[in-house]
């Protein structure tokens, strides 16, 4: 498949971004936060982009009955793969430490099965939990914060989108 640069909307906002942009967000209140994370994953859907959320506060019931209102079945779509829904700790901290390094490696093989897929792009939202400052390698986030903003602008300079954003 053949990927064709383009801006990319958030959902959240108007303003759209380069391929390969990575933000940390900041939220008010759970409200904010639960409008933020629903639209982006609402947006990547929507452009076609495999989606991954990493969330301890996003159930898929509250996920499906968001989509539902734009049209989207949350079970069609995790049935192609389109989208995962995980919880943050699993994917963090699988082994009660946070390791970088495997981190990287398990975004570049989303963003890289992603296009073999058929994908458009890969949009990964992740949510940190607080106990990453308490485990083994914890002092270690802004060393993977570095790192993702690197893997973007290595794999966005091979052709597609790849999408994420995180709360810290």
Request: glycine fraction near 6%.
């Amino acid at each position: 498949m053949e990927h064709i640069h383009r801006k990319i909307a958030l959902g959240f906002t108007n303003q759209e971004f380069d391929p390969g942009f990575h933000i940390c967000q900041i939220f008010n209140d759970d409200e904010e936060r639960l409008d933020a994370l629903l639209k982006y994953i609402l947006s990547g859907l929507q452009t076609g982009e495999k989606t991954a959320c990493f969330s301890e506060k996003l159930s898929k019931n509250e996920l499906d009955l968001f989509l539902e209102k734009s049209g989207i079945s949350f079970e069609k779509k995790y049935n192609t793969g389109a989208i995962d829904l995980t919880k943050t700790e699993d994917v963090y901290f699988p082994n009660n430490s946070f390791d970088p390094d495997k981190m990287i490696s398990l975004l570049a093989k989303f963003y890289e099965d992603s296009v073999k897929q058929g994908f458009t792009a890969a949009r990964v939202i992740g949510e940190m939990s607080p106990k990453v400052q308490k485990i083994n390698g914890g002092s270690r986030l802004l060393e993977y914060e570095s790192k993702v903003s690197l893997l973007l602008k290595k794999i966005s300079c091979n052709s597609s989108m790849p999408v994420r954003c995180q709360r810290v």
